[in-house]
């Protein structure tokens, strides 16, 4: 008998744990934090030849690309390596944004075309910077921060 009161006890805590980790998870949702590309437009127009400069980057290097008239990017390169065959991702952290993270993948096809997908994110910020491509002409467009995951 004590035993089965000391296992309704022990359920009941852990009830109690589940229930307070869910409230917890649901009020973090609710906070608002800061945005840090309020000021650009939903989508924007990408200069290709720019993206050039950071993919031929090296490890180590600071540089400075204009990949539009209202977006420059300054920082230092993390990284320039390739991951797996036809996959060379690049990690640029940006200074003149906070020190937000910048991610550009270049993958090679088997059929030798060139696919390019990047992301600027900052995991204080609530927006994120997406960089795709369509039609042969690359875009940014504005994400909230909620569909990514950042480390």
């Known amino acids: 008998m004590k035993h089965q ?8 805590i852990a009830a109690s744990n589940i229930t307070f980790a869910q409230e917890q998870l649901s009020k973090d949702r609710l906070v608002q934090r800061p945005l840090l590309f309020s000021d650009f437009p939903t989508k924007l127009n990408v200069n ?19 990949l539009n008239s209202k977006l420059v990017l300054s920082g230092h390169v993390l990284d320039n390596i390739y991951s797996s065959a036809g996959v060379q991702n690049i990690n640029m952290r940006l200074s003149n944004y906070g020190n937000a ?19 600027i994110v900052h995991p204080n910020h609530g927006d994120a910077l997406i960089i795709s ?5 690359f875009f940014i467009t504005k994400q909230k921060m909620e569909f990514f995951m950042v480390e």
């Open 5 to 12: 009161y000391f296992l309704y006890f022990l359920l009941g």
């Open 48 to 66: 290709k030849g720019e993206l050039g400069k950071i993919i031929h980057a090296k490890q180590s290097e600071n540089i400075t690309i204009q």
């Open 101 to 119: 993270l910048f991610h550009l993948s270049v993958i090679t096809k088997s059929d030798n075309k060139i696919k390019i997908i990047g992301r």
């Open 133 to 137: 491509e369509e039609n042969g002409s």
